[in-house]
């Protein structure tokens, strides 16, 4: 009995010394080895573009243009899938976690250096690490795993899936049976303590599933009655009881869920001052919560008034949800910003929505703004905050992938990116003195120049524009237009131009080659003079019109020449030099 009592101390003694290790493990492997840190978010916003906000050491927060239906962020990158199903992704590649495979995706999901989706065809394809993400040639605490070579995070089995997510070093999916499977690391690697620490977050329990949520080192699963269980972690981590979920996101180390009557949980297994990021807006906490044995486990609740349609994935210490009203709000800790979506933000849904850009330019700054056009009161929210007057003089977004673009006066093009967030310069024009812009629906650009007339810039092979452009029109007289736009058809192309009393509007007939104006007498009785021109989706046309105090627009219908439409919005940012308006007919609703 005496051997027997020292070999289990000795086994005590080990495996406490293993805890301490693979606690310490588990920090150092996202902090000190890699620094790998999910603090970004990401939303496709109402006109399917996409938008991203906090952390942008790799790039991650800069998506690409184009139009999307799903959006998922890892450590240092992120991934989307475009409305033609394939993927795109950016960020942090050293481990090729940004370098997509040319297949088409229903589902992706970003974990911290690797990702997974369920192809076209149901089945699983994964890319990026494979390993335990760590180096042992840099760290010394990392010797004891130079043996461990991979982990299968990324080797998904064979089989059709309804959906999968990525977590840490181990994933997720939902077979196309409602079982689940897992594959990649256990809790306690390497493989000798398999079981030995809790319920492994790569063991998942017996049963049938509607979703799963891969976490750094758990997962979390909603079975078809709605009731949710989580595994992994130590076993610590668990939702409350007696609550019916529609969704729980992956992401970090704290946990969300979505519940069915739109309400949102938020747990965490520590002391609720240790973890200010589960209180959510308008919520009330339990510690600990009823009926679970943990006694150090918390939970967050919203009031009945405070609803959401989604929550995006969580990150480190923070995390975001939409709200009924497509609003977008986050909570939590946020040093680089995360928990500040850009202004007037409304995330993309099943109900028909659009935005208005914006270009402010005055003598001492340059702003962009959108317009939410579908909310009740119509508002101006600044995206862009540059610190210096960029000279925009035209802006027009290009009808095939919704990128919005911009010029100055002195001839440079500019790609406004991220949500009107910033901008970077791809080139010069080859025209100074750029007034207006205006895409044509095969994809081609179009502006004017005063002193140059009217020009084109075509497009190449990779749907880059090939600058610099060249003149189709010719003039050098005296005639000033403010801005241009095309019909929706691109056979008329539409030009303001301000008179001493009253404006007029020409229409260029492209096949015919000539030039008319139109609605004279309207045009000759407007008060004030036009600044900005755009073409809605109903072919009608949108004014802004110039104002001291506010900004003021109107809506012309070109073919009864009736002003349809007449306001103004209460905004210092009211000298406006350029308008765009998206095609938000492109893709599908986001679920």
């Known amino acids: 009995m005496k051997n027997v009592g020292l070999r289990f101390s000795g086994l005590t003694l080990l495996t406490f010394n293993l805890l301490i290790f693979y606690s310490f493990m588990g920090s150092i492997a996202t902090c000190s080895a890699v620094q790998i840190r999910r603090d970004h978010s990401c939303v496709i916003q109402a006109d399917n573009s996409l938008v ?32 033609d199903k394939t993927v795109a992704c950016w960020g942090l590649n050293e481990e090729d976690q940004a370098t997509p495979p040319s297949a088409t995706f ?12 369920v192809k076209t065809d149901k ?26 070579k991979t982990l299968g995070q990324a080797e998904p089995p064979s089989g059709t899936f309804l959906q999968v997510s990525a977590g840490g070093r181990h994933s997720c999916g939902v077979r196309t049976n409602h079982t689940v499977s897992c594959w990649g690391s256990h809790l306690s690697d390497p493989p000798i303590l398999k079981g030995k620490l809790g319920h492994s977050q790569s ?83 339990r510690c600990p919560i009823p009926g679970l044995k943990k006694a150090n486990q918390c939970a967050c609740t919203t009031s009945p008034s405070h609803t959401f349609s989604k929550l995006l994935e969580t990150g480190r210490g923070h995390a975001c949800g939409v709200r009924t009203n497509n609003t977008v709000v986050c909570w939590g800790y946020d ?28 003598e001492k700054e340059t702003q962009f703004f959108i317009i ?12 862009s905050r540059l610190d210096e007057n960029h000279n925009i003089d035209a802006l027009d977004i290009d009808p095939f992938n919704n990128q919005l673009y911009a010029a100055s006066v002195e001839g440079s093009l500019y790609k406004v990116r991220n949500g009107a967030q910033v901008i970077t310069e791809i080139g010069k024009m080859g025209f100074a003195n750029i007034e207006a812009l205006s895409f044509h629906s095969d994809g081609s650009l179009w502006g004017w120049a005063q002193g ?107 073919q009864t020449c009736e002003m349809t439409t007449r306001g103004e919005i209460a905004t210092v940012y009211n000298q406006v030099k350029g308008i765009a308006w998206p095609d938000c007919r492109h893709g599908d609703a986001v679920k």
Not at 64 to 76: A, D, K, N, W, Y
Not at 125 to 145: F, M, Q, T, V
Not at 243 to 264: A, E
Not at 506 to 513: I, L
């Open 452 to 558: 140059t007339g009217l020009f084109q810039v075509d497009k190449g092979e990779n749907n880059e524009l090939k600058l610099p452009g060249k003149v189709i029109i010719p003039y050098t007289g005296d005639i000033k237009l403010e801005d241009v736009t095309w019909n929706r058809e691109g056979t008329i192309l539409y030009a303001v131009e301000n008179l001493e009393q009253g404006s007029r509007l020409w229409a260029y007939d492209k096949s015919r080659n000539e030039v008319n104006f139109v609605c004279p007498e309207l045009m000759g009785s407007l008060k004030t003079k036009v600044n900005a021109l755009e073409t809605l989706q109903n072919n009608t046309l949108a004014f802004v019109f110039e104002e001291k105090k506010n900004l003021a627009y109107g809506v012309i219908n070109v």
């Open 335 to 362: 040093p680089e910003g995360q928990t500040f979506p850009p202004r007037g933000l409304i995330a993309k849904s099943s109900e028909p929505a659009c935005l208005l850009y914006g270009v402010h330019n005055n």
């Open 52 to 83: 991203c906000w906090g952390l942008n050491k790799e790039g991650q927060a800069m998506p690409p243009s184009g139009t999307f239906l799903q959006v998922t962020v890892g450590g240092h990158h992120s991934c989307a899938i475009r409305t």
């Open 203 to 285: 063991i998942p329990p017996s049963g049938e599933f509607s979703q799963v949520s891969a976490n750094m080192n758990s997962s979390c699963g909603i079975r078809l009655d709605q009731a949710a269980e989580c595994w992994g972690g130590f076993g610590g981590l668990q939702p409350p009881i007696d609550t019916f979920y529609s969704q729980i996101p992956g992401g970090g180390r704290m946990r969300c869920g979505l519940k069915t009557d739109h309400t949102v949980v938020c747990f965490w297994s520590q002391d609720l001052p240790k973890s200010e990021a589960v209180r959510v807006p308008n919520s009330t906490c």
């Open 372 to 383: 939410n056009i579908n909310t009740g009161s119509l508002d101006v929210h600044v995206r």
């Open 123 to 148: 089945t699983l394809a994964c890319w990026g690490s494979n390993d335990p993400y760590w180096h042992p040639e840099k760290d010394p605490y990392l010797n004891e795993w130079k043996h461990v």
């Open 106 to 117: 229903l589902q992706i999901s970003a974990g911290l250096l690797h990702n997974c989706g």
